[in-house]
């Protein structure tokens, strides 16, 4: 509050000084005003891009567990298949079924036995045989359990091949969760099944596959991932946990938590709340319609929004230094000359307007002239401080919204072909440099081969099989070795450096490895005509590129992988429905042979039957040979 009473004269000069600095503080907020709400538009921009970058990271991730899971119960369900074809498991559950007999149940206990691990990995926690429909079971690899009755599974489930999540099953999983794979089968030849092959996975099995959906306990891009944790719902109120270093799932039941309340969307969905430990995270979850349980994955806020600590940091250092610029220049050119307020303060207003182009006419050669120039340079100063805050906003806001862009893509493109085109065509327009590449590695895993690239010098290289061996002297053989980026500001001066041919102008190269969970799948190379052209913001930028990319691939391999295994699983049970029924060999022979043709697509199919014991297999039907009597 201002203080009207009557106070002594004060000198000249004391007058002066005070004057000055009430202009200054009058001045000081109309000159800040345009950098502050700059400043906070463009972190606020910031702040949206990133989440919906880190929505479309986690929903990417959510997908990609979801498939995993699919993959890893389809995985369970060829095996019981495969186990129901076995003649010994089927004659020994035939002779099960008529008169229970102690030799006969450990025969096929070690036949059951065989099935629980694949190639030194187990699959089961334990595997039963139970009758259909009343579902007792007639034999266990758990000895224990011969007479149970299933209760928790219905006659309905029983007879219905699939792999089922359940929930405190009083046998199996009281209290918690385990997964039930099962394979029907005709163990007496009956029309209708007479028995079930179940597949259990509890305790330890369902830690070990939650430890694997927990993709954000590694360090990937800009973010802190490791706080984040993947969660299983269960409808309608359970989560299932997995802590780090944990040896089982811990249940939580019946809380109140936002994702149970919310629709069960079998797309990605994203929610932020807060959980119930009372921390603010971010989160992305999935629901599969046929077993009633979604997948969750969080991810604290603070993580999400660590990006922004840097440009917020940067704007409060810029607006601060030009508030002392400001402050210093104001008082020096008021107390040098008073008397032209008029004209100081119109200039004040029309810069603090924005008006940068505006300035004071510099025709005296008196004090007055001096001050003109002095705060025409000042205005020189503001805008080009200004017109650098605006380039440098826009230059990560355009980076982060092509990352965004590659998100995107991963999550829209069908073709990883069209995926990786666009992604170095993005690289190279939306950043402005000169070259970029992607490189992945063969089957072997010893050659980096070059998959994309842009421009014409791209398609040459494309046309020619470029390639690269892994930890040869170049910068994608280091990466791809050491799986770390490697930056060339000078490429004379690193030894790592190929010279290609093709790109003789390049002067610095940056290589970042694309890899999931630690595995190497290849390298994102990009290239520029200038020395010091990639900046640790550039970097970044690129790491959270080549961190997307990575998770496309995988998922496009794990996909392409799932769709072989579901063709070979339809290809098995065609053939063994086509030969069921089948009572002459003749028919049983030719009908393979047919089969196999229309598969295959082999030219020549031959099926021969020969009888075994003697010094020479002797062959006693003619061969079928689908190449003679083909259709």
Known sequence: MFNFRRRPKAPAASRKGSLSRKMAVALLPLTLMPALLVGGAAFLRARSLLIDQAVGQMSTATQSQVSALQSWAAIRQQRLF??????????????????????????????????????????????????????????????????????????????????RPIFGDATFSPGSLAFFSLSPMRASGSEVADAVLIGVNS?????????QLQVYWERRGVYRIEPGLTYLAVAPNILIEFQPDALTPRTLAG??????????????????????DGASVLAAYQWIPEWDMGVLVELPSSDVYAGLYSLASFTATLIIASAAVILIVTIVAANRVLSPLRSLSDFAARISQGEWLYRLPEDRNDELGALASAFNRMADELAATYQSLEEKVEERTRQVRTAAEVARAATSVPSLDELLRRAVDLIKERFGYDHASIFLLDDAGHFAVLRESTGEVGAAMKARRHSLEVGSQSMIGWVTANNQPRVASDVSADPMHFKNELLPETRSEVSIPLQVSGKVLGALDVQSKRENAFGSENIEILQMLADQLSAAIENARLAQSSATAA?????????????????????????????????????DIMVKLVIPGDSEDREVVPSVDLGVEKE
Do not use: C, W
């Open 567 to 603: 063709d070979r699983a339809r290809l098995i049970t065609r053939v063994t429905g086509e030969l069921s029924g089948l009572l002459h060999y003749d028919q049983v022979l030719q009908t393979a042979a047919k089969s196999l043709y229309h598969a295959l697509g082999q030219p």
């Open 82 to 163: 495969i186990g129901t074809q076995r003649r010994a498991i089927l004659e020994g559950t035939a002779g099960l079924l008529q008169t229970p007999s102690d030799n006969l149940g450990a025969k096929v206990r070690q036949e059951l036995g065989d099935l629980i691990s694949s190639r030194g990995e187990v699959l089961f926690s334990e595997i039963l045989i139970a009758t259909l429909p009343d579902g007792e079971v007639l034999v266990s690899t758990n000895p224990d359990r011969g007479g149970e009755k299933l209760t928790d599974l219905s006659a309905t489930v029983l007879q219905t091949a699939g792999t």
């Open 255 to 276: 809380i109140d938590h936002p994702v149970t309340a919310a629709p069960k969307s079998s797309e990605p969905t994203s929610l932020e709340y807060t959980n119930p």
């Open 203 to 211: 305790g330890t099995q369902v830690a070990r596959l939650m430890e």
